[in-house]
């Protein structure tokens, strides 16, 4: 976390020149009756773009709770800086903290630094990939034991596409190996589909899917996956 507070406080006094973007994504579940089932998804994104340099400020939350016991609780938050450099050539360095109690994580820290190159840079069609090098401190819930430490990589590619003047598509595949422990590798994907109500308001139908070769609870399964209609805020 001394991490993440410090990115945030190094990057702020810059705010004041950049270009500024948001977006707010909200999803609620409620039923009653015979089922009573709760559950809450927000995501927030901030972009302030300065020249030629993108920080970005995001995170998420997600509650649930079924019968009136608690069934999901992860969350994440991230701070990360972009340069764009010539001919398509991108470089980044970020840093996440993240947890999910039902997972076994009680907190997991990623550092990741890498290049990405954008394949396709048209106004209503953009591809691209990264590829990098991640160090996580990992530690488990109700564990006395010193925290996990593992060396990874990391391979993302991001499919953009402006379907119709209000239909926009993304699709979008990550690989995660672990250089220090070689079978637990995850593998992460998406797609949405988003239709805009007006300048402001959108509606997004989105699928994502984790898979963990190794879960940090053996029992677990080893995918993980949600469907979300959700209402977004962009400006």
């Given at each position: 976390m001394k991490k993440l507070i410090l990115g945030l406080v190094c990057f702020l006094p810059m705010l004041s020149h950049a270009?500024?973007?948001h977006e707010s994504e909200v999803s609620i579940l409620n039923t009653g009756g015979n089922s009573?089932?709760?559950?809450?998804?927000?995501?927030?994104?901030?972009?302030?773009?300065?020249s030629k340099s993108n920080y970005q400020l995001s995170g998420h939350y997600t509650y649930g709770e079924?019968?009136?016991?608690?069934?999901?609780?992860n969350?994440?938050?991230k701070i990360g800086y972009e340069r764009h450099l010539k001919k398509g050539w991108l470089g980044?360095?970020?840093?996440q903290v993240e947890g999910d109690k039902f997972k076994g994580i009680d907190s997991r820290y990623n550092t990741d630094i890498g290049a990405g190159l954008e394949l396709i840079n048209e106004e209503k069609h953009k591809l691209k990939t990264e590829l990098g090098y991640r160090y996580t401190i990992e530690k488990h819930r109700n564990s006395i034991q010193a925290d996990d430490k593992y060396h990874k990589g990391r391979a993302y590619i991001e499919n953009d596409q402006q379907l119709t003047p209000t239909l926009f598509f993304r699709v979008w595949l990550e690989y995660i190996p672990n250089f220090s422990e070689g079978s637990d590798y995850m593998f992460n994907g998406g797609s949405s589909l988003?239709?805009?109500l007006n300048s402001i308001f959108s509606l997004k139908v989105s699928y994502e899917g984790n898979y963990d070769n190794m879960p940090t609870i053996a029992s677990n399964k080893k995918y993980d996956y949600q469907y979300t209609t959700s209402l977004i805020a962009k400006f």
């Open positions: 270009e500024f973007s009573e089932l709760s559950t809450w998804n927000l995501k927030s994104r901030n972009d302030y773009k300065l079924a019968g009136g016991f608690e069934s999901a609780r969350w994440d938050a980044y360095i970020s840093e988003q239709a805009s």
